[in-house]
């Protein structure tokens, strides 16, 4: 009889399930669309039977400790999900409360931000093992962020700590998804580097970059990588102007926390040095001399399907 | 036999000391010159000289259980004073190690960075009692900070966490005392709410201001203070502009670390609302919804003069 622990990763559009043993691989992988009909409570029980019925079919009997889940704007404190802008459900969502009234043989349910849950992941599978003081940037549909200070994750006063992807880049610059203006998330997310695509082909009128048949709802960070591949100067632009932007921010976290590290995540991060090498170089120039050469800039080790585990 | 500890506080010109009871009262207070000529050794003699007198002629048997040192650059892990912009002391300063020699008496000899120690006091004996995730942002000649998360304050991975003073407001802005650009110390120290001042002074013509038969190595933050007093517009603006930069760097804070509070501490603070106001303000503005209306901007409880205890 194995003992597991069960993994949730709510995100916008799919909702990730992961079994995972005590040494903390994936023995098992199942899902279901988050769906857009508002209706908690049904989507509570498809997810419930989700869970039970990967847990049941994995082939070997298992003992499943609790259940671990990583949602947009989840509370860790109050294990709620508070007003996530990319979910249809609305207001304040006691999700824990719900998931235990269906496991009630289960003692520990927790629940977290989705950029936390992938930052103890790193704590404990990925590259951070052994670090005490670092942070991790998980870049997607938006830009979530994990803080760990001192061996533990920072939540702050009210659960909520760690919305990197939030900071101020450009004052009165663009429209975030939040509703402020000038976010790092409106720059360095992946809807925003095709912002920052599309605002270059209109400055340099570039109808002969690969990227100008593609209409604005195409367009999304993997085709700027192939085209960034194939020496298109617009791509290649996109990555330059995205790792400033993120240097920039980086650079502020750092002079507030002086991390040994901080780890990138997600699928823009798969563009390599076309995103790291501008992000160090801008990240270095926005330092204190006494940060100067002294912090890593490193890629994940999470496999970007497992970060829910 | 009174137990007592001793503070000082090394700033640019002056070096002040104080002795504080166990219930945190400052019973003596001195100080020397902080000297330009440069000579560690020399100001290492002075400086014991005065801690030594200040402590025998305080009218009472006194037992020193430690020394605690604030100095900009201050590095708590190592006990060294590290490449400080504003002090003649070059490189980096062994200066707990100088110290004990000096006392070689006493266990307890500590350095942290001036604007950490600060942030201690207030955590100690001010009003961030019982606060268990704060932040503090000293404003004077520099910007500097000091963090705490759960009731630790946080020094990173290598002893200088809090740097918020030189997060990025602007992209290519002001040039800062550190060399970097746009940083939120050249717009929200004492010298920063200036360099608006003749920005303001300049761009409107402004030759009826009350601060403009004032040179530029003239004007000062309290000039401005009693300028806005009388009604100047120019010193007035000064203000909004000075509140609306710090809102936008304490909305970073916020969006890093969830706090409960963060508390201001220094001499430009003295204005009140004129600073307080456009900062909450323009902190707001800049917030994800999650923490809208959450998050106190409170004046330190501090003495100023103090604070080194």
């Keep these: ?24 691989k994936v023995i098992a992988k199942g899902g279901i669309e988050t ?5 908690i409570e049904k989507y509570m029980d498809d997810l419930t039977a989700a869970i039970r019925n990967l847990v049941s079919s994995a082939g070997e009997i298992l003992t499943v400790l609790g259940i671990g889940v990583g949602a947009p704007n989840g509370n860790y404190y109050n ?78 006063h009210d659960g909520f700590a760690g919305e990197c992807g939030h900071t101020t880049l450009i004052p009165d610059g663009r429209t975030c998804g939040c509703g402020a203006k000038g976010h790092l998330e409106a720059y360095c997310s992946a809807p925003g580097m095709k ?17 100008a048949n593609k209409s604005f709802n195409e367009l999304d960070s993997k085709m700027i990588f192939d085209a960034a591949e194939a020496g298109d100067k617009i791509a290649l632009e996109v990555f330059e102007i995205t790792g400033k932007y993120l240097g920039q921010g980086l650079a502020d976290t750092v002079h507030h926390l002086s991390p ?16 790291f090498k501008p992000t160090k170089e801008s990240m270095e120039a926005h330092l204190l001399p006494i940060f100067t050469d002294k912090i890593k800039i490193l890629p994940s080790e999470l496999d970007s399907g497992d970060a829910a585990s």
């Design 260 to 275: 040994e590290a901080i780890f990138l995540f997600g699928g823009p991060t798969a563009a390599g040095d076309y995103i």
């Design 79 to 156: 294990g709620t999900i508070e007003y996530a802008p990319n979910l249809s459900f609305q207001g304040i969502i006691p999700f824990v409360e719900l998931l235990k009234k269906r496991f009630p043989e289960l003692d520990i349910i927790a629940l977290t931000n989705d950029a936390n849950a992938a930052t103890i992941g790193e704590m404990i599978y990925g590259g951070a093992k052994g670090m005490k003081n670092f942070v991790m940037y998980t870049l997607g549909t938006g830009v979530g962020s994990g803080i760990v200070v001192n061996g533990d994750l920072v939540y702050g």
């Design 35 to 39: 769906p857009s009909h508002g209706d």
């Design 1 to 24: 009889m194995k003992k597991v622990s069960v993994g949730v990763d709510i995100g916008g559009t799919n909702t990730a399930i992961g079994i995972v043993d005590e040494a903390g």
């Design 195 to 211: 912002r920052t695509a599309f605002e270059l082909m209109a400055r340099y009128n570039a109808t002969d970059s690969l990227l």
